[in-house]
Structure formats: structure tokens, C-alpha cells
């Protein structure tokens, strides 16, 4: 059975950086876009990065970009995201997911889930 496990969330405080991990079972990633995406309490989910099966193409949601760095290994099954300058509106539980098409696209698409990892930015 397909497995998502996302990693690497906790405290932080503002400022700092974290190094979000989602690894994969049982499922070759090759022809996937992989999402990040995170859903803080009481607001809707956001997704906020993706890349494409290749590596080769990143998208960024204007929240993040130029702070966080989306990347994936495909030999390891395995995307990051690297997280700098972290702000407390980026406390939310973050997600990963596997998309059916090879190209970064809606949210419609993603087809697997993980559970998430709490990230919380606080002095």
C-alpha cells in the first residue's frame, strides 16, 4: 500500500529555518509533480509548492517564494522542502502529495496524501 510520510516539522522560532521531508513507499514517483501544501487552523488548505516529475519545473505560491525551496530525489522516492526565514504565519500543518500528472497543476489532481507535519514559528 502507497505510503506518504511527511518529516522534519516542530518549533521554530521566527527567523529560523526547517527542512520539511515526504517520503515515499511503495509507489514510483517518476511520472508524478509531487505538492507541498498546509492548512493552518480555522483558514482553507494552500498549496504552496510544487515540482514536476523531472525536477525541472518549480512553481511557488507568493507567500513562500523566495524563502522556500522545493526539491525531490527521485532515487531516494523523496521531496523536500527547505524552509528559511520562517515567519509565525507559516504555522500550519504542512502536506504532501502526489499528483497523476507529470506537470505542476490545481490541487484537482492530486490523487495521494500524507498526514502532515506540524510546523509552528514562535519566539
Known amino acids: 500500500q502507497l505510503q506518504l510520510v511527511e518529516s522534519g516539522g516542530g518549533l521554530v522560532q521566527p527567523g529560523g529555518s526547517l527542512r520539511l521531508s515526504c517520503a515515499v513507499s511503495?509507489?514510483?514517483?517518476?511520472?508524478?509533480?509531487i505538492g507541498w501544501f498546509r492548512q493552518a487552523p480555522g483558514k482553507e488548505r494552500e498549496g504552496i509548492s510544487c515540482i514536476s516529475s523531472t525536477g525541472g519545473s518549480t512553481n511557488y505560491a507568493a507567500s513562500v517564494k523566495g524563502r522556500f525551496t522545493i526539491s525531490r530525489d527521485n532515487a531516494k522516492n523523496t521531496v523536500y522542502l527547505q524552509m528559511n526565514s520562517l515567519k509565525p504565519e507559516d504555522t500550519a500543518v504542512y502536506s504532501c502529495?502526489?499528483?497523476?500528472?507529470?506537470?505542476?497543476?490545481?490541487?484537482?489532481?492530486?490523487?495521494?496524501w500524507g498526514r502532515g507535519t506540524q510546523v509552528t514559528v514562535s519566539s
Open positions: 511503495r509507489f514510483n514517483l517518476d511520472g508524478s509533480a
Open positions: 502529495a502526489i499528483s497523476r500528472l507529470p506537470y505542476c497543476s490545481s490541487e484537482v489532481h492530486y490523487d495521494y
